[in-house]
Structure formats: C-alpha cells, structure tokens
C-alpha cells in the first residue's frame, strides 16, 4: 500500500516525515487506528527527504493556509528536514506549524529554538502530566526521569523564537487539565485542551 508523506484536512497541509518518537503515550492513535488517518495511511516504509515532501507539498499547496510537521511520530528527530522544508513554505507565505512531544533539544543535543525562528509560525507542545514522575510514568520518555524538565525548558526557548507557543492536553481520565493549563500560564504559553479521541472519527 502507497504510504501518504502529506494530506489536506479542511484549509491545512500535514506532513507526515517521520513515524519513529520518543515516548510511548497510551493514547497515541497510530497504533490504535492501524496507521490510518482520514483515508490515508500513514506508516512510512521509508523516511522521505527533504526533496520529495518539497514535490509532494507543491501539487497541493492551493488553498492551503497552514502546514503542519507531524507524524505519526515525533517531527524534531528530523529537524534539518523541518528546516529545509520550512523554508521552501515560507516562499509561498505558507503559515508553519510543529506538532511535538516537546523532546527536540534532548533529541538533537543542543537548543534547537534559535534554529526555529523565521521558519517557524507556531510550535504546539504536548503535555498531558505536571510533575516529572507523572509525566514518566505515562509516557515511558526515552529519556527517562529529566524528560518533563526538559520539555519545560524546550517551552521557555520557543518563546524566545516562535511567535506562537502552545501547550496541549488530552482530556484523559486523571489529567489534571486545569494544572497543565496553569502551567502554561506561567510559561508564557497558550493552552488547548484536546479530545481524546477514541476510535476513527471523521470531524
Ligand atoms: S508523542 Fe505523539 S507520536 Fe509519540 S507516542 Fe505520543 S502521541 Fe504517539
């Protein structure tokens, strides 16, 4: 079966560079829903380069008004395609987004942000716990007990860099909502409380 590097939902282009991540969230829909998305299967056999995204995005970028780096799997493990990718967009005015476990500077070894600015519109976070054992004890982080500091501080720097820093929280059963938006607050961040979404749902 054809693997989809990138579809259209409503007026935004999401492009799916990477399946590998950095936690195993129990709510995570790639293994629940089979890889599928919408119609579109999204488990990659091979990594795309940059190159072809770029041919993949130029036939669809009519009427698109966002694109968003996602997966299934986390998008800063791929960040020198991130960067070149964002900045073909930005040619075209194209508004960019990350979707992200907020990993990328333990990924990558360094602050990533600076390398963000320009390229990067909005950086949304995920954070569904407030302590680092709660966190730990959801996810299984690859890197272990530091992970949630270290998303902390990946949200401080993409205030630095990104206009638009977003934290998210999925509404699960003993997520405390109202915590991780406080959090948020005192980052600076936005806050969005997600759905969780339970089987394929077409809105
Ligand atoms: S960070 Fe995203 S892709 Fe990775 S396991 Fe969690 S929900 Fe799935």
């Known amino acids: 079966m054809k693997q989809d590097i990138c579809y259209k ?4 282009l999401y492009l799916n560079i990477t399946n590998r991540c950095t936690m195993r969230c129990p709510y995570c ?28 995005i130029d036939s ?16 800063t493990l791929r960040l020198d395609v991130i960067k070149t990718v964002a900045a073909h967009l930005k040619k075209y005015s194209v508004f960019v987004r990350i979707n992200t476990n907020g990993h990328g ?6 602050n990533i942000c ?6 990067v519109d909005r ?10 054992r709660d966190y730990y004890e959801m996810h299984k982080p690859v890197f272990g007990m530091k ?19 977003v934290i998210t929280t999925v ?12 959090i948020a607050r005192s980052l600076g961040a936005g806050f969005s409380a997600r759905k969780y979404l339970q089987g394929y749902e077409k809105t």
């Not at 669809?60 to 998008?75: D, H, N, Q, T």
């Open 9 to 12: 939902y409503k007026n935004n």
């Open 29 to 56: 829909i790639k293994y629940r829903w089979q890889w599928k998305y919408r119609g579109y299967n999204l488990r990659l056999k091979n990594e795309p380069a940059a190159e072809e995204i770029i041919r993949a």
């Open 60 to 75: 669809r970028l009519k009427g698109i008004k966002e694109a968003v780096f996602c997966g299934y799997g986390e998008p």
């Open 105 to 110: 500077d333990m990924i990558n070894g360094r």
């Open 114 to 119: 600076p390398e963000l600015k320009g390229l």
């Open 123 to 132: 950086v949304s976070i995920s954070l569904n716990a407030c302590n680092a």
């Open 147 to 165: 992970t949630f500091k270290g998303v902390v501080e990946f949200v401080k720097e993409c205030r630095k860099y990104v206009p638009e820093v």
């Open 171 to 182: 509404r699960l059963p003993g997520v405390d909502i109202k915590k991780c938006s406080e």
